[in-house]
């Protein structure tokens, strides 16, 4: 039985005033707005910018006493542990007492009714310094006067959001479960242990899901291809650079010699794209900072506040870019974190996605797992990152949509395709030389339900992208965007309208000339009707798959790429969209009242598309 859901939104938006900076948080509720601890119109509460930092750094010093604690203390839990929850009641003093109360009563909803808790942490672009606050943290009194830590329920999860990053878009995982690891500990890096986080995965899924050796791009770009996974899994260092206007963010890898291989996130994305349409989340355990972060429990000089920083921006910088980038969802983590406590969210995470659960449920179990052994403090550690934005409306055709966008992309299913094809050639070869060198009766060239047939498509040709890209509000509802990437988002969709409905209909077009040609509708006049109406029907919805498809990348693209989406750049894809699907119909039209009726027949038609047909299969 699927578990019902009640989602919370916390809003945190900046403000600067004289030189200083404040931070205010709004909550949203199912027809509801709290802002500012109160109805809207209350006094303002505002969070000093130094009021966070003083909290990131306290929870530093934190979870860095617990990783250098003295070795005879290895295996005990924190000798005061009201330290982490007075750290707690710090992160929940950030936020308007009304607003403590609402999330109170929310936790206590979620436990009377045995329900999930989602609380939506979206900070707007400006505000993201607000994500260096450690949330997971956040403890309240619930059904006492005692404060506890709410996500060592688990029921309850939390999900950070950036506005206008990425698209909330959950992720469809199937069973079994696909997934491939990678592990990467470089020669002159600090070195990575990657035994007991190997060893979960191989436990759970086969040690054909684990890669931990030299080469480790090349190795990734083998198995993408190969296994087309939905999990992505990545163990290594994390660094940022400045680059003067901003900064770049990598991953430390393994190269060929066994030295590092420092990859940024955008070459890390195209080796990504070899397993796009099916990628729903990445598990990013790159949360160092390279060389500069000494091993776990060696005596080594503790990492710095500065160091801590670099850390946590390198994970969330590559993070949010996977996001852009159109990544439904990324684990990640916000600070140094142990091998043994990573191996034990791995297990629970891994486990509960096995069983169906959701990401969140899993994230949630993954982290309870933490909680209840010994890494007392590693438990808050683990961060979920999604798009942006209320979730696209669940129905059967947007998951369809989706499932057909994701199939095109599949390397299996495109060599089926292309056997198909090769398959239609030889027969084609064989019709068109047959009837040929060996006339046999066949009937009449197009007939009027023919010509009927093109000059209805010759309409819908125009009518169903209009109609579809009118009336698709994907774009259109996103207030969270920013106008140019909008409207950048809204042309693409009409573009992408046009070009699936004409593509769907050159397919669906030759399919059916290659049954005419064959002799098809000799043998069977009645289906004639059926197939027109298929064709009609199927590219209606192609239209409408890839306008949705088409919106989704202009928003991960618009604002690195404007050029891509301009007027001149609509206008000249929906003007040639339109050419190529009315030039057949038309054609054909022409030829049925012209002396070249002789091109109608069947062996001229059968050659001539066995021809073109053959030159798609060798283009690839």
Not at 201 to 211: E, P, R, S, T, V
Not at 342 to 361: D, N, W
Not at 390 to 415: C, K, N, V, Y
Not at 554 to 568: E, M, R, V, Y
């Amino acid at each position: 039985m699927k578990t019902s859901i009640e989602s919370l939104r916390l809003s945190i938006s900046r403000s600067d005033e004289a030189g200083n900076v404040y931070y205010s948080t709004t909550l949203q509720q199912p027809s509801m707005v709290y802002m500012h601890g109160g109805p809207l119109g209350a006094d303002d509460f505002r969070i000093p910018a130094a009021r966070l930092q003083h909290v990131r750094q306290d929870y530093h010093q934190q979870v860095e006493a617990w990783h250098q604690r003295p070795a005879e203390l290895q295996g005990k839990r924190l000798p005061d542990p009201e330290k982490l929850l007075q750290l707690g009641n710090e992160v929940a003093a950030l936020l308007p007492h009304d607003i403590r109360q609402r999330l109170g009563q929310a936790v206590q909803r979620a436990r009377q009714h045995n329900r999930r808790l989602h609380i939506m942490l979206e900070v707007e672009p400006d505000a993201r310094e607000a994500l260096a606050v450690p949330w997971e943290l956040l403890a309240l009194p619930v059904t006492s006067s005692a404060p506890e830590f709410l996500l060592r329920d688990g029921r309850i999860t939390l999900i950070r959001q950036v506005r206008a990053i990425g698209r909330n878009t959950p992720p469809t995982l199937s069973s079994p479960l696909s997934i491939q690891a990678f592990g990467a500990s470089p020669a002159g890096a600090a070195p990575v242990d990657l035994a007991l986080t190997g060893d979960a995965i191989k436990q759970l899924f086969g040690a054909d899901c684990w890669y931990a050796g030299a080469n480790t791009l090349a190795v990734m770009q083998q198995r993408l291809l190969q296994h087309n996974p939905q999990v992505i899994h990545l163990l290594c260092h994390g660094d940022q650079q400045s680059v003067g206007r901003g900064y770049r963010h990598d991953v430390l890898l393994q190269g060929d010699d066994g030295f590092v291989h420092r990859v940024n996130v955008w070459d890390l994305l195209s080796v990504f794209s070899l397993a796009s349409a099916n990628i729903q989340v990445i598990v990013l355990q790159a949360c160092h900072a390279g060389s500069a972060l000494p091993p776990l429990h060696t005596g080594a000089a503790p990492t710095t506040p500065t160091q801590a920083h670099d850390q946590r921006e390198a994970s969330e910088g590559i993070a949010l870019t996977l996001l852009r980038q159109g990544i439904p969802v990324v684990v990640a983590m916000q600070g140094e974190v142990s091998q043994e406590a990573a191996s034990t969210f791995v297990s629970g995470l891994y486990a509960a996605l096995r069983q169906g659960k959701t990401i969140e449920a899993a994230v949630a179990a993954g982290r309870v797992n933490v909680a209840v052994s010994e890494a007392a403090a590693d438990w808050s550690l683990p961060v979920l990152y999604q798009g942006s934005g209320e979730p696209d409306p669940d129905t059967w055709f947007s998951r369809l949509a989706d499932r057909w966008h994701a199939s095109i992309f599949d390397p299996g299913i495109r060599r089926s395709i292309r056997g198909w094809l090769v398959f239609i050639v030889i027969m084609l070869f064989g019709t068109g030389f047959l009837r040929w060198l060996a006339p046999i009766p066949t009937s009449q060239p197009p007939s009027d339900s023919v010509i009927g047939f093109l000059q209805c498509w010759t309409i819908m040709s125009l009518l169903t992208p209009l109609v579809v890209g009118t009336c698709h509000r994907g774009a259109r509802r996103r207030d969270d965007i920013a106008a140019p990437v909008r409207r950048a988002a809204i042309g693409n969709q009409w573009t992408g309208a046009f070009v699936g409905h004409t593509l769907a209909g050159v397919t669906g077009m030759t399919l059916l000339l290659a049954a005419w040609t064959i002799g098809l509708f000799e043998w069977l006049p009645w289906l004639f009707y059926p197939l027109c109406l298929g064709l009609l029907l199927v590219a209606a919805f192609v239209s409408y798959a890839s306008a949705k498809a088409q919106g989704q990348s202009a928003i991960a693209q618009a604002a690195t790429s404007p050029s891509l989406f301009d007027l001149p750049t609509f206008t000249l894809m929906i003007g040639g969209m339109l050419l190529v699907s009315l030039a057949g119909p038309w054609y054909f039209l022409w030829l049925s009242t012209t002396q070249w009726l002789i091109f109608l027949t069947p062996a001229a038609n059968a050659i001539a598309l066995a021809l073109l047909l053959l030159l798609f299969v060798l283009l690839g």
